[in-house]
């Protein structure tokens, strides 16, 4: 924000879009835009506002993404430029972000630093719940939010961050020593509390008081703001009002924009007039009468949280039933930001589907009291109004002031209930509110009323049930009644939008079975000897699992006290950049500034999964203002068609999403307003293969199945088999904060310099210059940072890259392409789902004696072939399905073992993802030891205990290795985690509770690191040393938020014996190290790390004689004496890479340089009614040799798992039938909150040896995803318990991932059995598995 001399505020997000008017004056980029629908807090800021009446300063935090500017009129906005810079003064929250290693790839920084600073704006001594609370509305995917609550609770009086449990006790207190004095040669510390600046709120800024002047109140009368298609008006009164209502019927209020943003950014609706009453104080008041309570429209969802904790705090407990049932959803519906922004007249009005508030106002007899200029009236919000009915809808004149809530009363129930995908900041699958009445002094129906949302198009009433129930006993029987008579009322049809019918079905009555139970004890409690409490054994189903602060403690190894205290190496350094992240001052691709003559693209893609293109009209697009082309296949100069790669369709598509044309226009809204004109008719191609069970009807495969063998396997079949079920693991999204971004400026001489984040530059290099047809020294990839890759910068940047080119090269012009969150999920695709056949050889005691696996990936529908040297490889597909054949043993030793992979050919576009393969392919392995496990009887620990490898060994594709570390981050991890004892305890809970259970998974884990294929181990880097001493390093490598540079700081500093400070590490570049090779599979420090080694070995055996000749000069002498010597102060360092192979044709080689091991175990508790789930604590104990920075890998070894235990348990990607998808955005694709990660969470740092690589340190960056699978387990445990009290069949299929929908439809009981099933072969689901 940037105030001008005429106190007009300018904002960085305007209309909803990142703002990139140079010319505004604006500069500030710390704010990030990720999905601009207001999910994922980004872009953050601080809305403060004078409140005329009270005299107060409000402070909110804000979703710039949907603040129209016109409604921040006589606002202060703050962003993270206005909290602190490293150019004036850092603040303590940022700082105590950075420093906590709060940060990765620094994209999500600013809007945590925000969410955190407007919370301690309102509460300089927050409790870690408000912490929590206020974090619930920022996604991170790197992280896993550990040490970003951690940040915040050190800000937190009464609990530091190790507090235990709430015990007041410091962990590491521990009288019985349990944790600290077996591990007392390794340290807890990540970093310094001493260092921190504290926090003093008299040093903020003060809230502008020129705006607290009459002139910003709306005593002066209308206002209105003219734009170039639409105007904005905000009234001075309420009858003025009531007055434009009346002019311009149509135009929409526009309050917190949360419904009217989205639906005119997402959905085209468009408005030539709003209005604006936001802080109208008409609409701003609480009316307190004896009956009940009346709260002006204007009310953010925030203030009415506030105003129903004072109601409820004020009146007696009966009397707020309602107010409390509103509470309850109010804590875990939007985020703070939305919570902030979103009012209750919007939300009442706005009528979703889904609507957490409206169920629960109706069924309390709430009202909405209308005005218009004819007068005012009150309509009942539990009449037709939800309904959507035409007939109750409000007129266009009308306005809603303000909501009556009345009390409840001594034998009124009132109750809210709720299943969403996530616990907060997720729209409710299905929820409901309802309340009963009964005569007083019995449990007689007097009155009933259930409301249900996310079953149909509107909030839906079951009144013919409640109508029939009138009268009748509140007993067992009525239940099964209710649950009967309700379910034929409330019908949702089999392909009904939205999917999961049947587990939609089980909610409507799962949840009125809650309510049944809820009322039954409220009965109880007010008159126990008539009315008994419901059995001791269904208590825990009452309530929804608590929203707890999450805790725990990480260990490694402590430095060696004789280290030199300069060396960095061991010690948990800083990110390189957290501070930048955490001030917005670290530039991102589209926080760069405008060139001149800059180009925005907007693609259009397919919308069809095979088709041909039948025609392209671009003439309406070419027409609007601002486009300047229209780029399609004809402008590629070169190869559109590189190496089975196609840039722009041409002839035909082969998925959906697939780019079609692009439109450069000068300014992005006018890019995307002209690719909504480009015109594309297509005809249908057969066959449109989607789905793994589809290509293998059409027997379509990308590439002969890779195979591994060893034993005889028929032989071995001799032994009890099992012939396991399919199992499927579906897609996962990268999700990468950061867009794929991309700006290309067009150079002279042909060239082309394009800024992105990828994780494979020389591939970008390569596409361009092929479809550009020039030679490759002509296109210079340079990358400085990128917010997250995850796999989905390696091959998708290349193509994206060269249709930028194309588009720069066509237009003259230098571009810039920033795919809208939407356009991401669909253009980049995820990991491939994963379909397993299986059959196991095994013995009572649980040796597994032969296996024989089959996994089939959906692959995509072209081959892309990667030529280097003389080795062509269908890339990613390829590298997927080798790493799941090889690495499907995980940590087990089967003697008789045939694993073979294939990909299917399929129209869905999938591209590899953290792990690459290996978290679908070893979860597989489990499913079949836990199914061994409950054939034979034993506890599926001991069977991995008795199939575990022991001693030095041969994989199945012959490859030596020693798993002494897997045996001991096994041990520990049993010993540690008190396995067997928390396991005992579950099976206590487990007996005491029937509606919720607890279970447990331990895993151990073998990784391997890095490519089969030698030459995708080398590295190269560059070393300069200045003539002030001043280093500068580059490499191969890519920061993708991992601490790679970091850690290239740490080994320069350590080579050269230099501080760090010394050393810079400004960007990878091709032009600077050309040929590198691919930043992933962990090996990033490996290769680079030896790279910048080599370099900095040669510069200091140069420098030796010099050093020799002056022991106890500096540095700085030794550099000009070196120069005076004529002595190169430049070097190339260089690594040849591990020494790798397979040979495929014999099914063996030394594929991997080393192994990784680790452990895992997970506790979980389900809630078998709904299928939702609590992770209640996880213990990671990880081997990493020596770790080169334990702050780092700790932070990569939890960001992992929480990815994992994301994508094992609630990440789904939904598609259509013909292959569309439908997730493209945070609010259909939910990856983790704050509320998802462990409340306890515990990781170790094992120590080991690995000469091979630097330092005798490991690659951790990739392995642990699949530790998250732990969660999968430990869910199916809990399952399993369930199942066995209900007297089901033991083995069951729990595939990937574990939703909501799994869990409870794998709980069957009497409300399963009793919802309507629909024969498959009669309708079209609206969504398809598609592995
Ligand atoms: C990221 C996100 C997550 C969300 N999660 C949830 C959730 O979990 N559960 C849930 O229930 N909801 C959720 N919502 C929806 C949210 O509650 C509604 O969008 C919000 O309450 C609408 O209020 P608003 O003030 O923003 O309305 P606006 O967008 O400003 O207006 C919406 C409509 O209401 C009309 N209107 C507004 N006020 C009045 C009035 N006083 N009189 C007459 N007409 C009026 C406007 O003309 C407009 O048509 C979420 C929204 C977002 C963006
Ligand atoms: S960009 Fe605004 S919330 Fe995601
Ligand atoms: S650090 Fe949070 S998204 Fe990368």
């Known amino acids: 924000?940037?105030?001008?001399?005429?106190?007009?505020?300018?904002?960085?997000?305007?209309?909803?879009?990142?703002?990139?008017?140079?010319?505004?004056?604006?500069?500030?980029?710390?704010?990030?835009?990720?999905?601009?629908?207001?999910?994922?807090?980004?872009?953050?800021?601080?809305?403060?506002?004078?409140?005329?009446?009270?005299?107060?300063?409000?402070?909110?935090?804000?979703?710039?993404?949907?603040?129209?500017?016109?409604?921040?009129?006589?606002?202060?906005?703050?962003?993270?430029?206005?909290?602190?810079?490293?150019?004036?003064?850092?603040?303590?929250?940022?700082?105590?972000?950075?420093?906590?290693?709060?940060?990765?790839?620094?994209?999500?920084?600013?809007?945590?630093?925000?969410?955190?600073?407007?919370?301690?704006?309102?509460?300089?001594?927050?409790?870690?719940?408000?912490?929590?609370?206020?974090?619930?509305?920022?996604?991170?995917?790197?992280?896993?939010?550990?040490?970003?609550?951690?940040?915040?609770?050190?800000?937190?009086?009464?609990?530091?961050?190790?507090?235990?449990?709430?015990?007041?006790?410091?962990?590491?207190?521990?009288?019985?020593?349990?944790?600290?004095?077996?591990?007392?040669?390794?340290?807890?510390k990540l970093y310094d509390e001493d260092e921190f600046q504290p926090l003093d709120p008299s040093q903020e800024p003060i809230f502008p008081p020129e705006l607290t002047v009459r002139y910003?109140?709306?005593?002066?009368?209308?206002?209105?703001?003219?734009?170039?298609?639409?105007?904005?008006?905000?009234?001075?009164?309420?009858?003025?009002?009531?007055?434009?209502?009346?002019?311009?019927?149509?135009?929409?209020?526009?309050?917190?924009?949360?419904?009217?943003?989205?639906s005119i950014k997402f959905k085209n609706e468009?408005?030539?007039?709003?209005?604006?009453?936001?802080?109208?104080?008409?609409?701003?008041?609480?009316?307190?009468?004896?009956?009940?309570?009346?709260?002006?429209?204007?009310?953010?969802?925030?203030?009415?949280?506030?105003?129903?904790?004072?109601?409820?705090?004020?009146?007696?407990?009966?009397?707020?039933?309602?107010?409390?049932?509103?509470?309850?959803?109010?804590?875990?519906?939007?985020?703070?930001?939305?919570?902030?922004?979103?009012?209750?007249?919007?939300?009442?009005?706005?009528?979703?589907?889904f609507s957490d508030l409206n169920p629960i106002l109706a069924a309390g007899n709430a009202a909405i009291n209308l005005v218009s200029k004819e007068g005012q009236?009150?309509?009942?919000?539990?009449?037709?109004?939800?309904?959507?009915?035409?007939?109750?809808?409000?007129?266009?004149?009308?306005?809603?002031?303000?909501?009556y809530i009345p009390y409840s009363t001594q034998w009124h129930f009132v109750f809210g209930l709720r299943m969403a995908q996530r616990q907060e900041n997720a729209f409710?699958?299905?929820?409901?509110?309802?309340?009963?009445?009964?005569?007083?002094?019995?449990?007689?129906?007097?009155?009933?009323?259930?409301?249900?949302?996310?079953?149909?198009?509107?909030?839906?009433?079951?009144?013919?049930?409640?109508?029939?129930?009138?009268?009748?006993?509140?007993?067992?029987?009525?239940?099964?009644?209710?649950?009967?008579?309700?379910?034929?009322?409330?019908?949702?049809?089999?392909?009904?939008?939205?999917?999961?019918?049947?587990?939609?079905?089980?909610?409507?009555?799962?949840?009125?079975?809650?309510?049944?139970?809820?009322?039954?004890?409220?009965?109880?409690?007010?008159?126990?000897?008539?009315?008994?409490?419901?059995?001791?054994?269904?208590?825990?189903?009452?309530?929804?699992?608590?929203?707890?602060?999450?805790q725990g403690i990480q260990m490694f190894q402590c430095v060696d006290p004789h280290q030199p205290p300069q060396d960095p190496v061991g010690h948990p350094v800083m990110h390189q950049s957290a501070i930048k992240h955490t001030t917005g001052e670290a530039v991102y691709i589209d926080d760069m500034?405008?060139?001149?003559?800059?180009?925005?693209?907007?693609?259009?893609?397919?919308?069809?999964?095979?088709?041909?293109?039948?025609?392209?009209?671009?003439?309406?697009?070419?027409?609007?203002?601002?486009?300047?082309?229209?780029?399609?296949?004809?402008?590629?100069?070169?190869?559109?068609?590189?190496?089975?790669e196609i840039f722009y369709a041409q002839n035909e598509v082969i998925c959906v999403g697939q780019i079609v044309s692009t439109v450069a226009a000068d300014t992005y809204a006018h890019a995307r307003e002209a690719a909504k004109k480009v015109k594309i008719t297509y005809g249908d191609i057969e066959p449109r293969i989607i789905t793994i069970e589809q290509a293998l009807e059409?027997?379509?495969?990308?590439?002969?199945?890779?195979?591994?063998?060893?034993?005889?396997?028929?032989?071995?079949?001799?032994?009890?088999?099992?012939?396991?079920?399919?199992?499927?693991?579906?897609?996962?999204?990268?999700?990468?904060?950061?867009?794929?971004?991309?700006?290309?400026?067009?150079?002279?001489?042909?060239?082309?310099?394009?800024?992105?984040?990828?994780?494979?530059?020389?591939?970008?290099?390569?596409?361009?210059?092929?479809?550009?047809?020039?030679?490759?020294?002509?296109?210079?990839?340079?990358?400085?940072?990128?917010?997250?890759?995850?796999?989905?910068?390696?091959?998708?940047?290349?193509?994206?890259?060269?249709?930028?080119?194309?588009?720069?090269?066509?237009t003259g012009r230098p571009i810039r392409f920033i795919l809208e969150r939407g356009d991401d999920m669909l253009i980049t695709a995820g990991r491939h789902p994963l379909l397993r056949k299986y059959k196991i050889g095994f013995m009572n005691n649980g040796v597994i004696k032969a296996a024989d696996v089959k996994y089939y990936v959906n692959g995509r529908s072209v081959c892309i072939i990667l030529y280097l040297c003389e080795i062509s490889l269908c890339f990613a597909s390829t590298q997927v399905v080798e790493f799941i054949v090889l690495k499907s043993e995980n940590a087990y030793y089967i003697p008789n073992f045939r694993c073979r992979g294939r990909a299917c050919k399929t129209n869905p576009s999938n591209t590899a993802i953290r792990g690459f393969g290996f978290p679908q392919g070893t979860v597989v392995v489990e499913a079949y030891i836990t199914a061994v496990a409950s054939q034979c009887n034993l506890p599926p620990e001991e069977v991995k205990e008795i199939n575990m490898y022991k001693r030095i060994s041969k994989t199945a594709f012959k490859q030596t290795f020693n798993p002494e570390p897997l045996q001991r981050c096994w041990k520990e991890c049993l010993e540690k985690s008190s396995f067997y004892a928390r396991k005992l305890a579950a099976e206590e809970f487990n007996k005491k509770n029937y509606w919720k259970k607890r279970g447990l998974a331990i895993f151990p884990m073998k990784f391997s690191i890095g490519i089969p294929t030698a030459y995708y181990n080398q590295a190269a880097a560059l070393v300069h040393i200045y003539l002030d001493g001043s280093v500068l390093v580059t490499h191969g490598g890519y920061e993708l938020g991992q601490g790679l540079y970091t850690k290239m700081i740490q080994v320069a500093s350590h080579e050269l014996n230099i501080p760090q400070s010394y050393i810079h590490l400004s960007e990878t570049s091709t032009v600077t190290v050309s040929n590198g090779v691919l930043t992933l599979g962990s090996m990033g420090t490996d290769i680079n790390g030896k790279a910048v080694q080599n370099a900095c070995q040669t510069l200091m055996a140069r420098l030796h004689p010099i050093i020799r000749k002056n022991p106890k000069g500096k540095w700085e002498d030794w550099i000009a004496k070196a120069f005076e010597e004529s002595i190169s102060l430049s070097a190339t360092g260089y690594f040849k890479g591990y020494q790798t192979n397979m040979d495929w044709e014999k099914g063996e080689g030394n594929a991997y340089p080393y192994y990784v091991y680790g452990a895992a175990c997970s506790e979980v508790e389900v809630d078998c009614l709904t299928g939702a789930h609590k992770l209640l604590r996880t213990d990671i104990f990880m081997e990493a040799a020596f770790s080169i920075n334990p702050a780092l890998d700790i932070g990569q070894i939890e960001g992992a798992f929480i990815q994992g235990m994301r994508f094992y348990t609630i990440e789904e990607l939904k598609y259509s039938p013909e292959g569309v998808l439908y997730s493209r955005s945070p609010d259909d694709y939910k990856i983790p909150t704050v509320t998802e990660i462990p409340e306890e969470?515990?990781?170790?740092?094992?120590?080991?040896?690995?000469?091979?690589?630097?330092?005798?340190?490991?690659g951790l960056g990739e392995a642990r995803m699949f530790l998250g699978s732990s969660v999968l387990f430990a869910i199916y445990d809990a399952v399993a318990a369930a199942r066995r009290e209900r007297g089901l069949a033991k083995t069951f299929v729990l595939s990937s991932p574990a939703t909501p929908e799994m869990i409870r439809m794998m709980c069957v009981d009497q409300f399963t059995d009793m919802i309507p099933r629909d024969d498959p072969s009669t309708f079209t689901p609206w969504s398809i598995r598609v592995s």
């Open 1 to 188: 924000w940037y105030k001008t001399q005429e106190n007009m505020l300018l904002v960085i997000s305007m209309q909803g879009g990142k703002c990139r008017n140079q010319s505004s004056l604006v500069r500030l980029t710390g704010t990030k835009y990720s999905c601009g629908g207001g999910g994922c807090g980004a872009c953050t800021v601080m809305v403060s506002r004078y409140n005329s009446t009270t005299k107060a300063i409000h402070h909110y935090p804000a979703t710039a993404c949907l603040v129209p500017i016109c409604s921040l009129y006589g606002a202060a906005v703050t962003t993270v430029e206005g909290v602190g810079s490293i150019k004036t003064r850092i603040h303590p929250v940022q700082e105590r972000l950075a420093k906590c290693h709060g940060t990765q790839c620094g994209f999500c920084s600013p809007g945590m630093v925000m969410s955190i600073y407007t919370l301690l704006r309102n509460h300089p001594e927050p409790t870690p719940e408000q912490i929590t609370k206020a974090l619930g509305g920022n996604l991170c995917h790197c992280t896993g939010y550990r040490p970003i609550v951690e940040s915040g609770k050190t800000f937190c009086v009464e609990s530091t961050v190790c507090e235990l449990k709430g015990s007041g006790k410091c962990c590491m207190d521990q009288e019985d020593g349990s944790l600290v004095n077996r591990w007392e040669q390794m340290c807890t």
């Open 428 to 550: 409710a699958i299905v929820n409901a509110g309802m309340s009963v009445k009964f005569e007083d002094g019995t449990n007689t129906i007097k009155e009933l009323q259930m409301f249900y949302g996310s079953v149909g198009p509107t909030t839906v009433s079951a009144s013919q049930t409640c109508k029939q129930l009138i009268g009748r006993q509140w007993d067992d029987q009525m239940l099964s009644d209710a649950c009967r008579w309700v379910l034929d009322e409330i019908y949702i049809p089999p392909a009904a939008e939205g999917g999961m019918v049947e587990y939609r079905r089980t909610l409507i009555i799962s949840l009125l079975f809650k309510f049944y139970l809820k009322v039954r004890r409220g009965l109880n409690q007010m008159d126990p000897q008539k009315f008994p409490d419901i059995p001791e054994k269904f208590m825990s189903a009452l309530e929804d699992f608590p929203i707890e602060t999450p």
């Open 593 to 644: 500034s405008c060139i001149d003559q800059e180009l925005f693209l907007a693609p259009i893609t397919s919308t069809r999964a095979h088709a041909k293109i039948i025609s392209i009209d671009i003439s309406e697009a070419l027409a609007l203002p601002g486009v300047v082309d229209v780029i399609t296949a004809e402008d590629v100069p070169g190869d559109n068609n590189y190496q089975g």
């Open 698 to 810: 059409h027997n379509s495969f990308l590439f002969d199945e890779k195979k591994i063998e060893q034993g005889n396997v028929e032989q071995a079949f001799k032994y009890k088999s099992l012939k396991g079920s399919e199992v499927h693991v579906e897609g996962q999204e990268h999700f990468c904060m950061e867009t794929l971004s991309i700006l290309a400026l067009p150079k002279e001489d042909k060239e082309m310099v394009l800024h992105l984040g990828t994780q494979y530059p020389t591939r970008v290099q390569e596409y361009v210059a092929a479809a550009l047809n020039v030679p490759r020294n002509r296109i210079a990839c340079r990358m400085k940072r990128t917010g997250g890759a995850f796999g989905g910068k390696v091959a998708k940047p290349a193509v994206l890259g060269a249709v930028s080119a194309v588009a720069a090269n066509k």
């Open 270 to 353: 468009f408005h030539p007039v709003f209005i604006s009453p936001l802080g109208l104080p008409e609409l701003h008041f609480v009316n307190t009468t004896d009956d009940g309570v009346t709260i002006g429209a204007g009310y953010s969802l925030a203030q009415l949280n506030d105003a129903l904790h004072f109601i409820v705090s004020e009146q007696p407990k009966e009397k707020t039933k309602t107010h409390r049932a509103l509470l309850k959803h109010l804590r875990t519906l939007p985020g703070a930001q939305i919570r902030n922004m979103a009012t209750l007249g919007g939300h009442v009005v706005s009528r979703p589907n």
């Open 1241 to 1258: 969470f515990y990781v170790t740092l094992v120590r080991s040896q690995n000469p091979i690589a630097i330092y005798s340190s490991k």
């Open 377 to 403: 009236w009150q309509i009942p919000l539990n009449g037709p109004v939800l309904e959507r009915s035409p007939e109750a809808d409000l007129k266009s004149e009308e306005i809603v002031s303000s909501v």
């Open 216 to 262: 910003f109140t709306f005593v002066n009368g209308r206002r209105s703001k003219q734009g170039e298609r639409t105007t904005w008006i905000t009234p001075a009164t309420l009858n003025d009002l009531l007055e434009l209502k009346a002019n311009f019927p149509k135009a929409p209020l526009v309050m917190g924009n949360t419904e009217l943003g989205p």
